[in-house]
């Protein structure tokens, strides 16, 4: 399917499919503990907003952090779900001056999140908002993940538990 600068598909509920599941492989070893990895671990977001698009300030700060060199947006989906509950994706229009901040950010591999991917991460996404799904690779993460690897380690899983849920723990323990 194309994904690129206009509205692409719809999607019902029937059609979706779990995020990224083609990719995972809990179990794998690099074998004899030899590794050197290009690419660091990627968190797939997303994350729902007010209106019928993504606010600038937010992804100015995502380019930021590109800028900085601590990620690496390896692919960004516009969602957007209508007052019936039908799902459309598009790329983000870059074009638009509201989005200039964001006009260099490459994304590196474009397309790696599939319109199913992206369905199944929003499924909570109320009628008539939008949604922005990415692919975010840490790339502060990447030695760590070739030090592990080369020891015959293995992530078994990860967590990320967002950041007002941990606000709201630190505060309790903090003032305890």
């Known amino acids: 399917m194309d994904i690129s600068l206009a509205l692409v598909a719809t ?34 977001v997303s994350a729902a907003f007010d209106g019928d ?3 600038p300030d937010v992804l100015a700060a995502l380019a930021e952090l590109v800028e900085s060199g601590q990620v690496r947006v390896l692919d960004l989906l516009v969602v957007q779900r209508d007052d019936d509950g039908d799902l459309s994706f598009s790329d983000l229009d870059t074009s638009d001056p509201a989005y ?3 006009a260099s950010v490459e994304l590196l591999a474009q397309g790696v999140v599939t319109l199913e991917d992206a369905a199944g991460l929003v499924t909570d996404l109320a009628p008539s908002s939008g949604a922005v799904v990415v692919a975010l690779e840490l790339t502060w993460a990447t030695a760590l993940a070739n030090r592990l690897a080369a020891t015959g380690g293995v992530v078994l899983e990860t967590v990320r538990i967002p950041a007002p849920v941990v606000n709201a723990v630190m505060d309790t323990v903090v003032s305890a």
């Open 100 to 102: 200039v901040a964001f």
């Open 11 to 44: 999607v019902t509920t029937a059609d979706l499919a779990e995020p990224f599941r083609r990719f995972a492989n809990p179990a794998a070893r690099v074998v004899g503990g030899m590794a050197e990895f290009t690419y660091g671990p990627v968190d797939l």
């Open 53 to 55: 698009r993504p606010d």
